[in-house]
């Protein structure tokens, strides 16, 4: 039991020196930077595109917990408000004040859910999945990939970017290689449980 616990110290303790030292301790191939943030990380052998980085509890405990984001166009100009929640387990659900459709750009679309990791001290990745509500734009429906690369620091804000993802209903969101459709900016602030005054 002694041995196990001593194992574990020494990985965790790797894993705080740096991905370099992680991929030496643990006798696997040393981590390079971009594959703690997915830089071109490609695909495994059965083409799936894992999620890249660590487990989230690798990463401080601030982390983790919901925020009210303003999400950007690439343009710079106001897309809309929401609620990013990034939970202990790993599990991620986003909330958008636009989910009802914008007349003339996109109809109305359900919460994200997903699943996110630890990329490094205060940053993660995270994919989240919603479907499209057949409307007046798309009668058919469909799926949205959000990819989101972002990063949190030690006062509660976050800030990062979003790479949107549209596919039809019969395509695998998780696999198939698409052109993002457009890529967001958001910031933030942590949500937190205070006293009204």
Same mark, same amino acid.
């Given at each position: ?10 990985? /965790?303790?790797?894993? #705080?020196?740096? &991905? ?15 594959? !703690? ?13 894992? #999620?890249?980085?660590?487990?989230? !509890?690798?990463?401080? /405990? ?21 609620? #990013? ?8 659900? /986003? ?20 699943? !996110?990791?630890?990329?490094? !001290? ?11 509500? &057949?409307?007046?734009?798309? &009668?058919?429906?469909? #799926? ?7 990063? /949190? ?45």
């Amino acid at each position: 039991m002694r041995n196990l616990s001593l194992i574990a110290a020494g990985a /965790v303790i790797a894993a #705080l020196a740096g &991905p370099t030292a992680l991929g030496q301790a643990t006798g696997g191939v040393p981590m390079r930077p971009a594959q !703690w943030t997915d830089e071109a990380q490609g695909t495994d052998q059965e083409g799936a595109r894992p #999620l890249a980085g660590l487990p989230p !509890w690798f990463c401080p /405990v601030g982390v983790a917990g919901s925020y009210l984001v303003s999400f950007n166009f690439s343009d710079g100009a106001f897309s809309s408000r929401g609620v #990013l929640s990034l939970f202990k387990d790993g599990n991620l659900v /986003v909330n958008d004040s636009s989910q009802g459709g914008l007349k003339n750009a996109w109809d109305s679309f359900t919460s994200g859910q997903g699943a !996110w990791r630890c990329a490094g !001290w205060g940053t993660f990745h995270a994919v989240s999945i919603n479907f499209n509500i &057949p409307g007046q734009i798309d &009668p058919d429906g469909g #799926l949205a990939r959000l990819d989101y690369e972002g990063h /949190v620091d030690r006062n509660g804000r976050i800030d990062g970017t979003v790479e949107l993802r549209l596919f039809e209903l019969h395509q695998d969101p998780l696999n198939d290689v698409v052109t993002p459709a457009d890529v967001f900016t958001f910031n933030g602030q942590r949500i937190e449980a205070i006293s009204p005054r």
